[in-house]
């Protein structure tokens, strides 16, 4: 055997060798479950079956962390107490966003499981900080960056690691007036994963969860945020900015933004689309309301949020795809692949997210419009993702593993289509970059 053969043999015995040890961790309690079927595990229901079964079977496996929960922080300025019976309102808000995630769980076949809250005495646990600065201008929706180092400095002198931790900050940053509001607060996620995240949402005295429901007294507010003042009803009101809480907490777990295919946009409208505009509004009887996409549910499956605990490690993933490829069908492109990793993947998801007019580029504020499609991964480390829906013009698909640990990885690959038809050259060439390579003699 050659010096070159040497090495590609040991490179072999490795990578198959990595691949097995997978399979043999879990191959006693996998011997109870129904055999591997593609033809079954096209299907969400049967996707959501596995999904559960492989994370169960690994979390048996590992050790127990410490309880991980959301870090709830109240935050209002120097001159300014918190907003008229803000604990009590976002012990109600915070509840009712766990009532939406166990249900929509439980819905796509993951059982009664949601966001781990950290309580006192039963109730929500919020980290209340009081900032430098007065209320006179020096926080505005552009102080995300501001009112993350203060809060930071808070929590460390409380023991708490903010690095470590997923943590929602809500602003007391507006005033109300009768039925005018004034909003200033910053609204938004400044970056996540499955370690820690952060994002922002605002308080007013008229966000409660009652206010969702069918209103008899008909109010309408006037709310001014980054345009003159508009009128608003009162379910209105509480739909948008308390959808858009949600929609941010999903941010801060790492989610990002995706369009609800066709088929699932009967349900209403996708969470992390524009679902913090349709937030509860079923309860009104004003159309339908917001839902998670299987992909934001798999993803938060197995967050350590949603675990209630860390069953991983801070090490990063050592991930491969030992084959990657992609062929046109009918309408629609067909992703197969074999991919290795150093902790389980437990599914594989597709963001098609098309190009728009003006666009540069892709990622942050230009997904809105990515669907999602996923697959389980097979004993045999193998994944098969049918993206249907196509659409013109050019697209990233960003394929993304989502790992038993909660984190991810994501390989960027694209393509263009003009009059129906699909070009796949680029993907190709990027797909060679893709697939590990043995190493060097």
Request: hydrophobic fraction near 30%.
């Amino acid at each position: 055997m050659t010096k070159n053969h040497l090495v590609y043999a040991l490179w072999l015995t490795g990578l198959f060798g990595f691949a097995n040890s997978h399979d043999l961790r879990g191959s006693e309690i996998r011997k109870s479950h129904p055999p591997f079927d593609w033809s079954v595990n096209q299907q969400q229901a049967s996707q959501a079956e596995w999904i559960l079964n492989e994370l169960t079977d690994w979390r048996k496996t590992r050790p127990r962390g410490p309880l991980k929960a959301l870090r709830v922080v109240y935050f209002h300025p120097s001159d300014r107490p918190p907003l008229k019976n803000h604990l009590e309102r976002w012990n109600g808000i915070m509840g009712d966003m766990q009532d939406f995630y166990r249900s929509e769980m439980e819905r796509l076949g993951y059982g009664k499981v949601t966001l781990t809250l950290e309580k006192e005495e039963g109730k929500l646990k919020m980290h209340q900080v009081r900032g430098k600065s007065k209320d006179d201008g020096s926080y505005t929706y552009k102080s995300g960056g501001k009112i993350r180092e203060e809060v930071f400095a808070s929590l460390k002198e409380k023991g708490i690691d903010p690095n470590l931790e997923t943590i929602l900050i809500v602003c007391g940053l507006s005033k109300t007036e009768g039925k005018k509001v004034t909003i200033y607060s910053p609204y938004y996620g400044m970056g996540a994963n499955h370690q820690r995240g952060i994002c922002f949402t605002a308080d007013m005295e008229w966000l409660s969860v009652e206010g969702l429901k069918p209103d008899p007294s008909k109010t309408i507010l006037q709310v001014k945020e980054h345009r003159g003042y508009e009128p608003f009803s009162l379910g209105r009101f509480n739909t948008v900015y308390l959808g858009g809480a949600i929609h941010e907490l999903g941010h801060g777990l790492s989610l990002p933004h995706n369009l609800a295919t066709k088929r699932e946009a009967l349900r209403g409208t996708a969470l992390m689309g524009a679902g913090n505009y349709t937030y509860r509004k079923e309860w009104r009887k004003e159309g339908k309301g917001s839902f998670l996409t299987h992909a934001s549910a798999v993803r938060l499956l197995a967050h350590p949020l949603f675990g209630g605990t860390v069953h991983g490690s801070a090490i990063a993933n050592e991930v491969d795809y030992l084959d990657l490829n992609a062929t046109q069908g009918n309408d629609s492109i067909q992703i197969r692949g074999r991919i290795r990793s150093s902790t389980p993947i437990l599914a594989m998801i597709a963001y098609n997210d098309r190009e728009n007019k003006g666009q540069r580029g892709y990622g942050v504020n230009k997904d809105y419009d990515a669907t999602t499609w996923t697959s389980v991964v097979s004993p045999e480390n193998e994944f098969r993702i049918r993206i249907g829906e196509l659409r013109e013009g050019n697209h990233e698909i960003r394929l993304v593993s989502v790992h038993a640990d909660g984190s991810t990885t994501t390989k960027r690959l694209h393509y263009s289509r003009n009059e129906g038809n699909t070009d796949l050259r680029k993907m190709r060439r990027q797909i060679d970059n893709v697939i590990a390579k043995p190493p060097s003699p």
